[in-house]
């Protein structure tokens, strides 16, 4: 049996589940009972930490009581996320999770971090002479954030299909598969009706500030580009960046170097997706530079109409007629640009 | 001259030929055959035809003998729905690691003849299969499967279960290794302070020296290391090491100066890991150490960021090469150093047929030297069949 203490700080263990189990805990009551106030209150203080400052926050962990509370209010905050039904918002609360854990996990023994990857089925071995931990590849580009030049895997050393990593490298790889894992669990679930009824002024409360954020970022103007006139490929790609949704690397490619031939800057570019909720500057510069050719010396063209299809990528439900009289995303936006001069 | 490119006759000759060769031998299909998606080319069709699955093998083994295509490929994607038109509508279960070395994208390919191509691009194959892919990456010997392209390539097959889910960024991740990009070298090379009786007794000026990493390292910092310690044994042993300094790219005048710099003493250092040689030396040793040790390699993506090869086409095993007419032969592991496609990979029969060649041409094929001038001749199918293959040639009925 995992002890309390560890529990609260660590909620999203297969053992926290199974501590409200062998408790007899239903979800009815601790939505309803009393005595489990606290940890409601807690639970909205979780959500409101992640949206404004990307972590659940701190918390005494001393008594019993505190442990409990805190443990409890791991499932309300996520189900109150689940209410809250905005993409961009549950990015932003799986985040600040996964966050909130790693700051403690880089506090931990080695072994104790390692006992973690076995519930996230991450293969990792450790040397218990050179106290060296190694991670199995696959596992590594799964939830590495390789977008990083140093975590790029050529960067680190490999021998027999086992990286070797660092101990805070670890924990920050348990982050991203903690994150990846609360993202999933989110878009599984359903708003139940009575955490709707319980929480519904939080839940209105956060509803009105995250739209209130969208609005803000999508008000701005960036430089020459007309969202308006972009063709449903790319307005897709851009919405599903901004929502902080899991955009493969062909559809960022194609979308950066689709702005680039407009002509926007690199850095018109980086605000663009800033508004993503697990946005950070260095990696998606990196990223930016190496398509547009800051960095790597060749500025790649953006796919024709072909090539988006053979990737997938092209919302082959959703083209217009102008779609159809075009081969290329660029000459799309063009001719939404003819288009619309004779009107003035 | 007559026209080379459109004879229909020689295009017949070829399609003949390819139809005895599928009457008599078996292709080897993919496992989860029902799952790929098929693809093929027909003679003198335009082309590609796609999105075909089979449900059954009798049906595929009946397309082949009513169509003869020249060229076969599957998917080394599987899907739930094979034949859909759009990637979407198939659904996507998972697909082999793929990679597909080609003589087109070695660096100066076009200056050598068939024959040394098919050289070069195999030791670039046998640094990626050994070195990286059993070495680095620790695949079991199992789930590798090695072919000869029928073309100017080979091709490697990785079947490990544990891979057939990942994601296409997550295999740029494993192209971007092998193919040495993106190496930080500031992660290779540190500095480190020393005092100065640190170096026997000698004595040195200057506090720091740049430490290269040790041979046996794991990874890419043990690679550069033994590449950068190659090259200077090789510098050293040569009779005209200037001239080997330009093969690697250095001008004449900055060989000399590498020369000068290189005395024994600093190679014994270099060897020793301190490569406190000047930033342009430094930068030359890691950009050739790293030319010398990664893997050159298509894979589509010498002008595109991505591989898709999550839902690449690759050839049949043992089906024909419509432009060569040779067989997308297997490969072992043991075999690969001795394999010669001009020898083991022609398959097609040896009775002489007439042709008229446009151009001299010369090639070692089966053993038996060929130096053959303009003009019409008799040659064995095999040549026949090669020659109309690279439009060098027409059939003479
Ligand atoms: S048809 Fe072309 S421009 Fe239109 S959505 Fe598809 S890829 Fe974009």
Known sequence: ?344 | MGNFLNSNDSLEFVKDEFRKYYKDNSVELPDRFGRREFAFVLFGGKGIIRHLGFEKINQFTDFLKEKTPGDIYYSSAYYQIPDAPTMQEKNWMGAELIFDLDSDHLPNAEKLDYTQQLKMVKKEFFKLVDDFLLNDFGFDEKYIELYFSGGRGYHCHVKDPKILNIDSSERREIIDYITGRDLKDSLVFHEQVTDRKSYGNRSFPSGKTLKMPRPDEPGWRGRVSRGIIEMVNEIKKSDDPIEKLKEYGVKKSDAEKLLDDLSEERIKRIKEGRLDQSKTIRKFFLNSALRKTAVSMSAGETDEPVTCDVKRLIRLPASLHRKTGFKVEKITLETLMEFDPLRDAVVLPDNPVKIELNQPFGITIKKEEFNLKQGIQELPTYLAVFLIGRKKAKIIL
Not at chain 1, 71 to 90: G, H, N, T
């Open chain 1, 1 to 344: 049996m995992v002890e309390l203490s560890l529990l609260s700080k660590y909620p999203f263990l297969n053992a926290s589940k199974e501590y409200i189990k062998d408790n007899n805990l239903s979800i009815q009551e601790i939505l309803d009972d009393p005595l489990y106030e606290r940890a409601r209150i807690i639970g909205v203080e979780r959500v409101d930490n992640a949206f404004s400052k990307r972590d659940v926050g701190e918390r005494s962990l001393v008594t019993d009581s505190d442990q409990i509370m805190e443990l409890l209010s791991y499932p309300i905050a996520r189900m109150i996320a689940v209410c809250i039904d905005d993409i961009f918002f549950k990015r932003r609360y799986a985040l600040g999770e996964a966050i909130h854990a790693y700051r403690n996990l880089i506090n931990e023994s080695p072994l104790f971090l390692i006992n973690i990857t076995n519930e996230f089925k991450i293969n990792i071995k450790f040397d218990k002479d050179t106290h060296k931990i190694s991670i199995y590849f696959v596992d590594y580009l799964h939830h590495a954030p390789t977008r990083y030049k140093e975590w790029k895997m050529i960067n680190r050393g490999m021998k027999n299909g086992y990286i070797q990593i660092s101990h805070k490298d670890l924990a920050r790889i348990i982050q991203e598969a903690l994150r990846t894992r609360i993202n999933n669990e989110l878009d599984e679930r359903k708003c139940s009706k009575s955490v709707y009824e319980t929480f519904s002024s939080d839940i209105k409360r956060i509803q009105n500030s995250v739209m209130l954020h969208r609005k803000n970022i999508e008000a701005a103007p960036i430089g020459k580009l007309d969202n308006k006139k972009l063709p449903p490929c790319m307005k897709n790609i851009l919405a599903a960046i901004q929502a902080g949704e899991n955009v493969p690397h062909m559809g960022r490619f194609a979308l950066v170097s689709f702005l680039h031939s407009l002509r926007l800057s690199n850095n018109e570019i980086l605000k663009l997706f800033s508004t993503a909720p697990d946005y950070e500057e260095e990696r998606t510069r990196y990223q930016v530079e190496h398509i547009t050719g800051y960095s790597s010396s060749t500025a790649y063209s953006p796919p024709g109409c072909d090539k988006m299809r053979t990737y997938g990528i092209c919302p082959t439900e959703e083209i217009d007629e102008l779609c159809k009289k075009k081969r290329h995303p660029l000459s799309y936006y063009k001719a939404k640009w003819k288009q619309e001069k004779p009107k003035k």
